[in-house]
């Protein structure tokens, strides 16, 4: 949440069954990431970044902080540049339902 998305295709002879990969990957923990932000902070920073937020909990939310996954634009080009997949569309984000 915060960053962009992008949708991938798996591409033939890319060696995993047309997959790629579904996330960027975490870098903290949850507990972690919890401890770095407050959920309260992060709703007002994603807000006044245009990003609706719902969240059954503050905590919830601080949990799923952009700073706890990997970049996605990394892990996006490195995917591209093993031969696993092509980019499709970025996808700019307008809201987040954290349950």
Known sequence: MGTFSYVLAGIEGGGAFYSTCHGAGRVMSRHQAARTVSGTQ????????????????????????????????????AAEAAGLCREVARLVPLGVVKG
């Not at 994603?46 to 939310?61: M, P």
């Open 42 to 77: 992060l709703r007002r920073r994603l807000e006044a970044a245009g990003i609706a937020v719902r969240g059954a909990s503050a905590r919830g939310l601080a949990e799923e902080t952009p700073e706890a996954y990997k970049g996605v634009n990394a892990v996006v080009e």
